[in-house]
């Protein structure tokens, strides 16, 4: 009998099955309504989930306000920084490129937005790894701000902004007890995404996917707000240096986590899984075939386990060939089924 694993390995009937390279993928969209509807959205989700891992891309969740940027209203900077804000952002439009100004003064949404030394930087690198998401507490008018700044082109986020904010909030930017989920497009997706936030208590549900950075605080209400003393960035005069700062240190733990889930080499045949299989007499392939009767996988929501449930195959961990192989015998499905 054959198994396909994801990367897909196969296993004999009678004994040992499978190999696999591991992916991560996910499910549906909690607003699917019909069962027909609700597979054919677990279908595309699948589908999406494979087409980024064939680019050997994860998803990036980033989170805006002192993560990416720090902003603060116009009524909480005092007159004497309203002069320096003034002075510097004249000074930057009259010597720097567009693409090279970090300080932006947003009439409509009545803000000062500083941008983290080494975001642009940062954006451009990651894209080549992951689809990056923009999931933030503040309201959408906040976060398509933010995003105009950080991607004028639209290339990097297009439409996927996440903004659970309230529109009609005073505070345009983080309301803090406002927990974060992986939604609105993302559900299902845990497998596949990190998540970069400075505040680790609003992802409870999702902890296990967080990269916790430090608060960046250019602003003094952003101090204030947090109820720390001393100045900030900005009365220092100072601010992260963009080759070493905060972004960098994530980005450099990023591409690891990248190049441990998508090695370099992806060739299934070489995997140490597959190895194993073919050594105790399974038939390991690739694709899609009635005679698969084993996905071995980590994950779930890829094209390929969709097709294995609704057709009757079984979906189990890595660890049941393990075991199957240790034991010398076919292991019990049900305590390795993926969930």
């Known amino acids: 009998m054959e198994v396909d694993v994801e990367p897909v390995a ?20 909690a607003h699917s ?14 589908n999406n989930v494979d087409s980024l891992l064939r680019e050997k ?26 002069v320096r804000l003034l002075a510097r952002l004249d000074a930057d439009k009259a010597s720097l490129a567009p693409e090279a100004r970090e300080l932006f003064r947003i009439q409509r949404i009545q803000m000062w937005t500083k941008l983290r030394p080494g975001v642009r930087e940062f954006l451009q690198q990651a894209a080549q790894f992951f689809e990056l998401w923009i999931h933030t507490n503040g309201n959408r008018s906040y976060a398509l701000a933010m995003a105009e700044l950080l991607d004028p082109q639209a290339d990097l986020f297009g439409h996927r902004i996440i903004a659970q904010g309230s529109m009609n909030s ?32 609003v992802w409870d549900e999702h902890e296990d996917n967080l990269l916790n950075v430090e608060r960046y605080m250019y602003f003094p209400s952003s101090r204030r707000q947090f ?25 450099d733990v ?22 194993l299989a073919l050594r105790f007499g399974a038939t390991c392939v690739t694709q899609k075939d ?20 609704k057709s009757n195959k079984h979906v189990v961990l890595p660890a049941w060939l393990e075991c199957s192989c240790t034991l010398w015998k076919r292991a019990h499905e049900e305590r390795f089924r993926v969930q």
Do not use: Y
């Open 10 to 29: 196969a296993a004999a009937e009678g004994q040992q099955q499978q190999s696999s390279q591991q992916q991560q993928q996910q499910q549906l969209p």
């Open 33 to 46: 309504t019909s069962n027909g509807w609700q597979e054919q959205e677990d279908q595309l989700l699948g």
């Open 57 to 82: 891309r994860l998803c990036l969740v980033l989170d805006l306000d002192h993560t990416l940027v720090n902003s603060a209203k116009f009524s909480e900077i005092a007159p004497e920084l309203e």
């Open 170 to 201: 005073a505070d345009d930017r983080a309301q803090q007890d406002l927990s974060k989920r992986l939604m609105q497009g993302l559900e299902g997706r845990e497998a596949i995404a990190v998540v970069l936030d400075d505040n680790s208590s």
């Open 227 to 251: 109820g720390l003393k001393g100045k900030s960035l900005l009365e220092h005069n100072r601010d992260e240096c963009p080759q070493r700062g905060m972004l960098m240190v994530a980005l």
């Open 254 to 275: 990023l591409l690891r986590v990248h190049a441990r889930i998508i090695p370099l080499e992806q060739q299934p045949e070489r995997h140490p899984l597959w190895k």
């Open 290 to 309: 009635e005679a698969v009767t084993h996905v071995v996988t980590n994950t779930h929501g890829t094209e390929k386990v969709w097709w294995a449930q």
